[in-house]
């Protein structure tokens, strides 16, 4: 089992920034990759970044320029930079990522989500 645990969201005004953090603890032998995605009311799942094992990254085209995800491999650890933020963004966001371990290869594992609130 995986456990992914986020933490940094709150609350923020618009045009300001935070950073969450997702820390991938338990038994697994590699990282494949992690990622943060969100949902807001009434909406459904997005995903908003994502970087894999060589380190390529993906945005949504609506955080392009203003959110930067990154990782600490010998943290196993990966962060969500959001600057210039905007009441749009406000939404649960979710740490996921996609690990090999004991039970099998390509194991995807979700953690319970960080509120971020962005007030206008």
């Known amino acids: 089992q995986v456990q992914l645990v986020e933490s940094g969201g709150g609350l923020v005004q618009a045009g300001g920034s935070l950073r969450l953090s997702c820390a991938a603890s338990?038994?697994?032998?590699?990282?494949?990759?992690m990622g943060w995605s969100r949902q807001a009311p009434g909406k459904q799942r997005e995903l908003v970044a994502v970087?894999?094992?060589?380190?390529?990254?993906n945005y949504a085209d609506s955080v392009k320029g203003r959110f930067t995800i990154s990782r600490d491999n010998a943290k196993r650890t990966v962060y969500l930079q959001m600057n210039s933020l905007k009441p749009e963004d406000t939404a649960v966001y979710y740490c996921n990522g996609n690990f090999d371990g004991p039970t099998g290869p390509g194991m995807d594992y979700w953690g319970k989500g960080t509120l971020v609130t962005v007030s206008s």
């Open positions: 338990g038994s697994f032998f590699s990282i494949n990759a």
């Open positions: 970087v894999n094992f060589r380190g390529s990254t």
